[in-house]
C-alpha cells in the first residue's frame, strides 16, 4: 500500500438511534483508509474492532440510509434501479433471481410481480415477513450459505460489494451459483465526484471499497467478471453493471491513483476546516444553524471538533426523524419543524439533492434565513 490515512475517530453509522448513543455498540472508532494498487480501489483496511462491531451490526440489521422500500427515497431507488433492470436484461419471466444482501426484500417482491422465481439471503432482521410471498423466498443467514442451491440466471448485489473486505471470495461463490449464461448485475456507490471534491461524508464503517468507474471495471476482471458494461443510475450517485464470467486486460496507472487519493485527502481536511470556521462563525454571533441531511455531515463535525449546540438536524427520511446519530447528541426532525420554528441559517449538505431541498425550503422559510449548498461550505 502506497497510500496511508489514519483517521482516529469516525462515527460508527449502523442505524438511527433512539437515543443519543449507539446502544450496544461503539459510537466512534478509527478508520484506515488506503490504496488497492491491483483494483485502483480506495479501501478502508479491515481491523478486528470494525470487524467485530460490524458483525454486530448486520446481525442486529443495520440500515443506516439508503435501503429499498415502497415509499419514500426508498421507493425512487427501486423504481431506477427496475429501470435499469428492464433496460439490459431480457424478461424475467420464469428466471431464477437470488439477491445477497436482500434487506426486507422489497426488490425480490418487485421481480417476483415480473415473474421471477426469487431468493434472497440477508443476516439481519428486517421486518422480512413484509414482502415474503410463494415466489419470495428469504433466508436469514450470511453469504455464502449452505442454504443456497444454483444455478441461478440472475444474481444481484445492490449497494453490497462496498461492503466485504475480500470480494473475491464472494467472485468464486457467485460464480459457482450462476446458471452457464447467468449474469451479476450491482449497484455501487458512485465515489469519482465525492473523490475528486474531498467530500468526506462517503467514508463509513460499513464501506470497505469506494469505487470510481475505472476501479469498478478493474474490481470486477481481477474477480474474472471481465466481460462487463456499466452506466450511472438516474437517481442519486451510483454506478449500476452487467457482469459475466470471462477474462479482460486491465492495467491501473498507480501514479494516478495516489495522486488522486492524496488530492482526496487534502481536501477533505481543508472541507473538515471550512465547515468548522461556519460552525464557529455562526455561534459567536449568536445565529442557529439548520444542518440539513446531517449523515453528510457527521464526519466532518466529528473530525473538526467544532461547537454543535446552536445547531439542529433536519432529513425528509422518516425513518431518520426522531433520532440521532453517533457522535451528536442532536435529535433529527422533520421539514415541518424548520418552518414552525426557522433557524438564522440553512446547510444544506447533499450534493445530489441539494437543490431540490432549497427550492422546496426557500418558499416556507423567512426572507431572513440563509441557505447554503454544500458547495457553497467548502468554496
Known sequence: MTFRWDIEGLPFLWAPQPSPNDGPLPE????????????GRLVQQSTPEVESALETAYGLGSMIAGRLDEVGIGRRYAD??????????????????LEIGSGTGYLLS???EKGADTVGIEPGDHSQDRFRGPNVRL???????DQLK??????????????????RGWFDEIASLL???????????????FIAEGDLSILVHEHFSYFTADSLSYTLSSGDFGRHQF???????SWYATAATGEASWSPDIGSLINQAQGFRNDSLRNVARLAEFLARTRNASETVAIYVPIRAINAIVMSGAPTDHCRFFDDDSNLQGHYLPGAGIVIEARDALFSIPTDNVAIMSESFGRQIRDVLRPGLPSATKIYLLDELTT
Open 139 to 145: 433466508i436469514r443467514d450470511f453469504f455464502p450459505s
Open 231 to 237: 452506466e450511472s443510475s438516474g437517481v442519486g450517485r
Open 150 to 167: 444454483g444455478p441461478f440466471d440472475l444474481v444481484i448485489l445492490y449497494n453490497v460489494l462496498e461492503h466485504i473486505s475480500d470480494f
Open 179 to 193: 446458471a452457464p449464461r447467468g449474469r451479476l448485475v450491482l449497484s455501487v456507490p458512485a465515489c469519482d465526484e
Open 80 to 97: 431506477d434501479f427496475l429501470g435499469y433492470l428492464d433496460g439490459n436484461l431480457d424478461s424475467l419471466g420464469g428466471q431464477r433471481v
Open 110 to 112: 418487485r421481480l417476483a
Open 28 to 39: 466512534i472508532l478509527p478508520f484506515r483508509l488506503r490504496l488497492d494498487e491491483l483494483t
